[in-house]
């Protein structure tokens, strides 16, 4: 009650319409990046114990970066915040749903512009200072096959990387003129698989913008009103790590 409570305060909101799950599950299926270590999961021990009583564990061991997951803003910004120093209330906040998904339809390679967030605000109203903003390019609908998720299935190949992601203008240009507070995408990357400057990736890593990859189920998000809940692992120095990222409606 007191981890509800305190979401609520942070999000200046109250819980209403119910939660959305916006996390793909960690599994043997879980994409990871062509060069990344993928997920695996170890038993250790499932069944029943010679004192007569369950017990399961497992050991797990991943790259930092694949499935649902927070890019820190370190992984991209020296001197910016690692995974466990980034402020409680830079993981939640007021969700705004940018959608590009009839532009990704047609080209693979599609990037969100400042163009593209100017005709959202037009139709929708000025992004508010403080807001998640995330960007719906309904990619995960093809989670979780690899080749169309990410243009190849070949191990280590990111020649032949293909999805949306954001433009680094339209970047910058959240960070400086909307103070966004954090950005997702429901693509491998925040910047389109083809990128080999990774702009956006830089240019929100500079402001300390966290960043959430490999989001799922944002087609259940209104455009303005719910509340983003991004909570990753908190490692230690880390670049990033896995996040269990929800949505509570209005």
């Known amino acids: 009650m007191k981890a509800l409570l305190f979401l609520v305060f942070l999000s200046g909101t109250a819980v209403a319409g119910g939660m959305v799950d916006l996390t793909h599950p960690f599994d043997q299926q879980t994409i990871y990046w062509p060069t990344a270590r993928p997920f695996t999961l170890s038993p250790v ?3 029943v114990t010679t004192g007569g009583w369950w017990y399961a564990a497992n050991d797990f061991c991943a790259a930092e970066h694949g499935g649902t997951h927070l890019d820190a803003p370190i992984h991209f ?4 915040w690692t995974a466990d120093q980034i402020p409680l209330d830079r993981l939640v906040g007021p ?5 590009v ?4 339809a047609r080209d693979a390679d599609a990037l969100l512009t400042r163009a593209d967030v100017e ?3 037009r139709a929708s109203g000025r992004i508010p200072d403080e807001a998640v903003v995330l960007v719906r390019t309904g990619w995960s609908a093809r989670w979780p096959d690899k080749k169309r998720y990410l243009g190849t299935d070949a191990p280590g190949d990111t020649a032949h990387l293909h999805f949306p992601g954001v433009d680094g203008d339209a970047a910058a240009w959240l960070t400086t003129t909307r103070h966004i ?7 491998a990357s925040i910047d389109r698989g083809a990128s080999t400057d990774f702009r956006a990736h830089r240019a929100f890593a500079n402001a300390n913008v966290p ?6 189920g944002l087609d259940g998000l209104p455009g303005r009103g719910a509340t983003f809940v991004g909570l990753p692992m908190k490692i230690g120095g880390g670049s990033g790590g896995p996040l269990r990222a929800i949505a509570l409606l209005p």
């Open 77 to 80: 910004a020296e001197g910016r």
């Open 95 to 99: 969700a705004v749903v940018v959608d």
């Open 119 to 121: 005709a959202a605000e």
């Open 181 to 187: 507070r954090a950005v997702g995408i429901d693509t």
């Open 101 to 104: 998904a009839a532009k990704a």
């Open 45 to 47: 021990a499932h069944g």
């Open 211 to 216: 960043i959430f990859e490999n989001l799922d």
